[in-house]
Structure formats: structure tokens, C-alpha cells
């Protein structure tokens, strides 16, 4: 397996423009997470999934993040409007767990490095 | 408040130097605590887990010890490599509510 992959790896937009991550999880995973990881804050959670339902997007910052997951192979983070603080590196993880969100082995993507001008 | 500590923020040792790395958590219920490597540029990837049954786990090079009573882990890495150098960070997992909590991690540079 390719492991979960990301798009684009590198994204530099100006403010006010719309930004689309793309994720491609692990065949067979049943749960999906976007995190956000900056130098002052570190690794944090915005939403994830269970078997392509948000369960928890108590993380998502704001109204200008959204995401969805149509089906068991693809999600996308929205951010409409982007603004300069959400400069910072997005992940996508996924873990295949037999109960529970938190007993598996998160399997993280490379990442989506985006910059907001 | 469920939170996780690591300290300290960063390291800097010689190769082949031994080194230990803190990680306190006030995460409650407890149900597992893991330990993940980043390298610069790239995903977190698992090195290590730990329940609350176990107090010692390796991994090559690594080691890493719980003690439930104090809510204290440490990763011990021993004969250093320049391939260490990236940031560790320390994942405590809650039994309510799926929670999974991360630690800022330590960011360790090796100098040859």
C-alpha cells in the first residue's frame, strides 16, 4: 500500500482565495483525521471520520473550514476564505480501529505545506 | 484538563551519545500512550505504544518506559544517529470520548 497521500504537497495562495487539501487514506482504514500543525501549537486535531461520518469537528477553527469525505478513498479540507494564520502544514491521518478512535496507530500522509500571502 | 507535556522542547547531542526524552500527562481515563518520530518534512510515524499494563517497550534503538502512578513516560535513545534528528512527540489516548491528545514534541538535533 502507498500509505495516505496527500495534495498538493505545496500550496501558496493569496488571501481571500479558496484552498482544497486533498486526502487519499489507507485502503481498508475506517477512520480519517485532518490535523493542523504549526511551531507554536503543535499537532491539532480539526475533524475526523468514521466510516466517511465527521464525528468530531469540535476543532475546526471557524466557519471557513469545512470538510467532507464522499466516500471511503477520498476526503477534502476547505478553507473559503483563507486568511495569513492559517498558514501551517494540514495532515491527514488514518487508522483502521476495531473500537474506538483512539486505540489504533495513527498512519500519517506527508503533509500539505500551505502558505496564505 | 486532559494535557501532555514533553520536555524538554529541544535537544542537541553528539552521535552516538545516549538521551532521554519527558513526557508528563494529566489525560484521564488513560488508555494508551504512543510515541511518534517526525522527521523534518514529512508525516509523524509510530515508533512505540504502550498500555497501562506495561512499563517498558523497545523498539531497536529505542526505549520507552510508563509509569501509570505518576502519569510519566520517557523515550531513552542510545547510541545516537544523525538519522534521530527530527521531533518526537507524545500521544495520550483518553478511554472517553476518543480522545487522542498530542504533545508538542521535542525537536532533537544530532551533530556529528
Known amino acids: 500500500d502507498a500509505g495516505v497521500i496527500q495534495s498538493p504537497r505545496h500550496e501558496v495562495t493569496e488571501m481571500g482565495q479558496e484552498v482544497t487539501l486533498r486526502c487519499k487514506p489507507i485502503?481498508?482504514?475506517?477512520?480519517l483525521f485532518w490535523y493542523r500543525q504549526t511551531m507554536m501549537r503543535g499537532l491539532e486535531l480539526l475533524i475526523y471520520f468514521n466510516n466517511n461520518v465527521p464525528i468530531d469537528d469540535s476543532g475546526m477553527p471557524e466557519d471557513r473550514f469545512s470538510a467532507k469525505m464522499p466516500n471511503a478513498s477520498f476526503s477534502t479540507l476547505k478553507i473559503q476564505p483563507s486568511e495569513p494564520r492559517d498558514s501551517a502544514v494540514y495532515f491527514c491521518a488514518s487508522s483502521q480501529i476495531t473500537s474506538g478512535a483512539n486505540t489504533g496507530e495513527l498512519f500519517f500522509g506527508e503533509g500539505s505545506r500551505l502558505t496564505v500571502l | 484538563k486532559n494535557q501532555v507535556e514533553q520536555s524538554p522542547q529541544s535537544l542537541i547531542i553528539l552521535e552516538g551519545k545516549n538521551c532521554t526524552l519527558q513526557c508528563n500527562y494529566t489525560v484521564s481515563p488513560f488508555s494508551n500512550l504512543r510515541w511518534y518520530k517526525q522527521d523534518t518534512g514529512r508525516g509523524p510515524v509510530s515508533l512505540t505504544i504502550m498500555t497501562f499494563s506495561e512499563n517498558t517497550k523497545s523498539n531497536g534503538r529505542y526505549t520507552a518506559t510508563l509509569d501509570a502512578d505518576t502519569k510519566q513516560s520517557s523515550l531513552h535513545i542510545t547510541a545516537s544517529q544523525l538519522s534521530d534528528s527530527a521531533s518526537y512527540i507524545c500521544v495520550v489516548s483518553a478511554n472517553r470520548d476518543d480522545k487522542i491528545i498530542f504533545g508538542k514534541g521535542t525537536r532533537l538535533h544530532i551533530l556529528p
Open positions: 485502503s481498508g482504514h475506517d477512520y
